[in-house]
């Protein structure tokens, strides 16, 4: 069965860090893109970062470039998001997803985890 399950999410004072694992099974993380998205209530899904398949490229969002850091760890076969400098705005779920090539497109992702709540307030 092939699953994307993340955790690591929480409630997290402004200017605090937390970091979102994604883990696979089923499949190899490293032959696919994975993103890491997030929404927030009454929003869209909007992109925070991407890896490309087999090590390629990470990109951002200019809303968490310099604060967001992704990892992936092929022994593992998990995927990671470390945030630093959080910010109330970041306030959503955050979902991890497979799929071919980055793209900020949520249909050109195969799979999907459950996600995981990331709660930025004092």
């Known amino acids: 069965q092939l699953q994307l399950v993340e955790s690591g999410g929480g409630l997290v004072q402004p200017g605090g860090s937390a970091r979102l694992s994604c883990a696979a099974s089923?499949?190899?993380?490293?032959?696919?893109?994975i993103g890491w998205f997030r929404q927030a209530p009454g929003k869209e899904r909007e992109g925070v970062s991407c890896?490309?398949?087999?090590?390629?490229?990470?990109n951002y969002a200019d809303s968490v470039k310099g604060r967001f850091t992704m990892s992936i760890d092929t022994a593992k076969n998990t995927v990671y998001l470390q945030m630093n400098s959080l910010k109330p705005k970041d306030t959503a779920v955050y979902y991890c997803?497979?799929?071919?090539?980055?793209?900020?497109?949520?249909?050109?992702?195969?799979?999907w985890g459950q996600g995981t709540q990331v709660t930025v307030s004092s």
């Open positions: 890896i490309g398949s087999s090590g390629g490229s990470t």
């Open positions: 089923g499949f190899t993380l490293g032959y696919y893109a």
């Open positions: 997803a497979a799929g071919d090539w980055c793209d900020s497109d949520i249909n050109e992702y195969d799979y």
